[in-house]
C-alpha cells in the first residue's frame, strides 16, 4: 500500500450490466486530472471473505455494516491502496450496488438490498475522519425488463437449470414472493432515496445505462464533469465505438446463455447432440412477461424520477415511465 490518501474518492458502483468493464477498461484509464485506483481488489486486514479467502475492500459495501465497523478505516485504505498522489481517485466494481446471488448462482453469497446505503454513510463518515474532502457515488441504471434476461444470461454458467422454464420461474419468485430479499434491488426509487440520505445531493450521480447508445460522447461529458476531469479533454481520448460483451440472442428479445461450468461434457453442441441441456441456448423475453416487469417497477421509476427530477426526460426517452410525474 502506498498510504496515499486522493483528496477525493469517487466509488462508481455499477448497476452491472451497465457498461461497468467498458468504462474500467476503455474510460478510467484515460483519465488526467483524475486518477483511476482500480476496482477495489485489495484484501483488507483482519477481514475475511470465507475461512480461506481475505475480504476484497469493494465487497465490504455489500455486508451488514456490523461485520465490518471495526475495520471501516482499513477498508478504506484498501479501497485507495493503488493511489499514486492526491488527485481525486476513482474506484470502479459493478459489485458494490448489483446482487450477488440473484438467480439461485452456485458459489455466491447471498447480500441484503439496504447493505449498500448503510455500507456507504459509513464509508464516508470515516473516510472524511481520515483527510478524505468528499466521497462521491457514480450510479448507472439500466432499464429492468432489459437488465433481469441479460443478468441471467450473463450467469447462466453458475446457475443449476438455466433455461426458459427456469428463467421464468425465478422471474416469478422476483417479482413476487422474494420480491424485499431479491427484487428490491431493481427498485431503483428506493435506492436513490437511500443513497441521497447518505450523501449530498452533489456527490450522487445517476444516469441511465440507455443513454450511452444514444448519445456515448454526452454521457462522458457529464460523467467528466462529476470526477473533475475536462469531459471534452476526455471524449478525444476515448473510443466511444468500443464496447463491451453482449449476450444479445440472435433474434429479438433472445439472450444467449454461457455453456454450463463444470460439465463433464463440455462442448455445448456435443451436449445438444446428445439430448443434454436442451434448453440452455438461450431464454427469450416474452411481450407478457416484459409488461409484468415494467408494470412492477413503474411506481418505483417515477418514484425516481420524483426523487431525481433532472433524470425524467430520459426516464420517459427510455421507456422507464410514460410520462413526467405530476407536480
Not at 479533454?233 to 440472435?250: F, H, P, Y
Request: proline content about 6%.
Amino acid at each position: 500500500m502506498s498510504g496515499v490518501l486522493p483528496r477525493e474518492l469517487i466509488l462508481h458502483i455499477g448497476f452491472n450490466k451497465t457498461a461497468s468493464t467498458w468504462f474500467q477498461h476503455h474510460v478510467f484509464p484515460y483519465l488526467e486530472q483524475v486518477q483511476y485506483i482500480g476496482r477495489g481488489k485489495a484484501p483488507v486486514r483482519g477481514l475475511r471473505r470465507d475461512l480461506v479467502r481475505a475480504c476484497p475492500a469493494y465487497q465490504a459495501l455489500g455486508l451488514p455494516t456490523e461485520q465490518w465497523r471495526h475495520r471501516a478505516d482499513d477498508v478504506i485504505r484498501a479501497l485507495v491502496a493503488p493511489a499514486k498522489d492526491g488527485r481525486p481517485g476513482v474506484v470502479s466494481h459493478e459489485r458494490m450496488s448489483a446482487p450477488w446471488r440473484f438467480f439461485a448462482e452456485r458459489g455466491k453469497p447471498i447480500r441484503h438490498p439496504d447493505a449498500l446505503p448503510e455500507s456507504l454513510a459509513l464509508l464516508r463518515e470515516r473516510a472524511l475522519a481520515l483527510g478524505v474532502e468528499r466521497v462521491a457515488v457514480l450510479f448507472f441504471i439500466r432499464r429492468q425488463d432489459s437488465y433481469l434476461p441479460s443478468f441471467y444470461a450473463e450467469r447462466s454458467d453458475r446457475i443449476p437449470r438455466a433455461g426458459q422454464s427456469d428463467f421464468e420461474a425465478q422471474l416469478e419468485r422476483i417479482l413476487g414472493e422474494e420480491y424485499a430479499s431479491r427484487g428490491a434491488f431493481l427498485d431503483y426509487g428506493r435506492t436513490v432515496r437511500a443513497l441521497q440520505q447518505a450523501l449530498p445531493e452533489a456527490d450522487l450521480k445517476v444516469l441511465p445505462f440507455e443513454r450511452l447508445r444514444g448519445d456515448a460522447e454526452q454521457v462522458l461529458r457529464e460523467v467528466g464533469a462529476f470526477l473533475g476531469e475536462d469531459g471534452e479533454a476526455l471524449v478525444s481520448r476515448v473510443d466511444t465505438g468500443r464496447r463491451g460483451r453482449q449476450r444479445g440472442g440472435k433474434r429479438p428479445n433472445t439472450w444467449t446463455l454461457r455453456p454450463r461450468r463444470g460439465a463433464v461434457i463440455r462442448p455445448a453442441k456435443l451436449r445438444r447432440r446428445l439430448g443434454l441441456d436442451t434448453e440452455r441456448t438461450e431464454v427469450t423475453l416474452t411481450a407478457d412477461w416484459a409488461e409484468r416487469i415494467r408494470e412492477t417497477y413503474r411506481a418505483s421509476n417515477r418514484d425516481l424520477a420524483a426523487a431525481v427530477p433532472e433524470l425524467t426526460e430520459s426516464l420517459v426517452a427510455h421507456g422507464y415511465i410514460e410520462d413526467a410525474p405530476a407536480g
